[in-house]
């Protein structure tokens, strides 16, 4: 079977929107890090507000290692309307989205991320599809913004990694028990 597995930047707060406003150095150590994560994905699940940010921007990036995976890989975008542009292996997935997830995580292949799309996150926490999450949390706060864990429901975690980058970021990876 395969893995959901939900990669995202936090500040220390917990805020997950605009991680550009509170990582300012994404460093060797998480660069590595990032590049560990997607190097078991076959596949990802976005938002179409986050697809329609992301088709405007990494097709066009040299930011490395994720804009030749985000551009490579196997895109689905849950969503009931249009995605803006077209953006190569994407594909709409209109309906319910337990589902959908469900019938991937049951099929063969590598693991299914999720980045970004905080909706689309929330909302496969609540529906306990999320098989582990990776975390990269930053030394700052963010104050305000939209939490990764906004109401989120009771969950068991294993911590199953944790390291410190050198700029001060921690590194964790979670198992959540279903």
Do not use: C
Not at 30 to 55: F, H, K
Not at 145 to 152: A, S
């Amino acid at each position: 079977m395969r893995k959901v597995v939900l990669y995202h930047l936090l500040s220390l707060d917990g805020v997950a929107e605009s991680p550009d406003e509170f990582i300012r150095d994404f460093d060797p150590v998480m660069r590595e890090n990032l590049g560990r994560v997607i190097g078991s994905q076959d596949a990802v699940v976005l938002g179409r507000r986050t697809y329609d940010e992301w088709a405007g921007f990494w097709p066009a990036s040299d930011i490395e290692p994720f804009a030749s995976f985000i551009n490579s890989v196997r895109k689905y975008v849950l969503t009931s309307t249009t995605p803006q542009q077209p953006w190569a292996n994407a594909t709409v997935v209109d309906g319910a989205v337990d589902e959908f997830v469900a019938k991937l995580k049951n099929g063969s292949g590598g693991d299914i991320g999720l980045h970004g799309s905080i909706a689309v996150a929330h909302y496969l926490l609540r529906t306990r599809l999320i098989d582990e999450l990776r975390l990269v949390i930053a030394p700052a706060l963010a104050g305000s913004g939209r939490k990764l864990f906004e109401n989120p429901s009771a969950y068991r975690l294993e911590l199953t990694r944790s390291l410190t980058s050198p700029t001060g970021s921690l590194l964790v990876d979670f198992h959540v028990h279903h």
